[in-house]
């Protein structure tokens, strides 16, 4: 029998982290000790009280059976609670809060609420994979714009055309941003509401996954400036080190959130209770959270350094656990991962091009870059850096 993928299937490809997790394997396969900077993937464990919540849950809840696909109101209220110490925002649990199963899920699933076939939504590049794949899977046209260094990584929206924000139904943001760790100001902010009002243009802001890993100042949220058409992402997964539980939730406009709930009563059955009941702990404990940010300022430290040693030009990320790095000039970033893939070296990165799309120009902008994402633990960075100062890069 010829089983042949459907269009939207095909039109996806391979997915830039997948192909990344292969060339760990085949390094690992060749007898070598890789340190793999490539997925963001934190490989510090939970915290031991979330760990000792979910097992007293999972005894709780052994009887019980589908879960609530927006989250049971416990959850919802903690979220609520936690979205306002954290930002001083008030929202309803009832009606602005929804649970998801991870960012990914979320931010994957969202446009299917929102575009008809043809309809435009614009996405950074470089970019999370997920708001491209959706919007085709949703047989939206993904429009990219350029996440540029002389833009401090923000996305010019006023630079975007505007026949395409005539079409536009959703533009997505990422602050703080993976991979280049910069966020955004209530300034830029205001001005980025106020233009997507004109246009009549929903945003859709993946901001939760890095929110609290930041090196400076606390980043905003966006719903701190406005809340009308505006949808934001919340993930556990980097800021709890619980990429494995699955767990997250939106918040925002509840008009938007009203959809995003009737679309998840038809694709999941949402998250399991005992799962919520761990989130909930995390949600509930700072301490924790202040522990990995320092350990992050630590790797990045230690990375930044033997980056500048052997000659490369190095930034400071404002927030995240990424390192969005400049290469070398004259070579390409697949070029550059493959010289740090070297047997004495063994060092996995993301190119800068695996995650960036074409924009109008034809420019890739992730190109001369690759991203190092800070998951390996404080000893194999610094093993890292020392096999990076005892090879000669370029």
Known sequence: MLIQPSHRLQSLGQYAFDE???LVQGLKDKGLNPIDFGVGDPQEPAPLFVRERLKEAVDRYATTGYPSYIG???????????MQRRFGVTLDPETEIASNIGGKEAVFHFPEAILNPGDIAII???GYPPMRTGTLFAEGVPYFVPLLEKNNFLVDFEAIPHDIAKRAKILWINYPNSPTGAVASREYYKRLVAWAKTHNI????DEGCYIDLYFNEKPLSILEVAREGILTFYSLSKRNNMTGYRVGFVAGDPALVKLFKQLKTHIDSGTPDFIQEAAMAALEDETHVEEMRELYRQKRDILLDALG??????????????LWQKVPQGITSVEFAKRLLAEELALVVTPGSMISQPCEDGTVPGEGYVR????????EVKEAAERLKKTKLF
């Open 202 to 205: 929903l945003i859709a802001a």
């Open 72 to 82: 049971s109101l416990p959850f919802r209220e903690t979220c609520a609670r936690w």
């Open 309 to 322: 040693a052997v000659g490369l030009k190095t930034r400071l990320p404002e927030a995240t656990f990424y």
């Open 124 to 126: 950074p590049s470089p």
């Open 372 to 379: 190092f994402a800070l998951v390996p633990t404080v000893e």
């Open 20 to 22: 990344i997790n292969q």
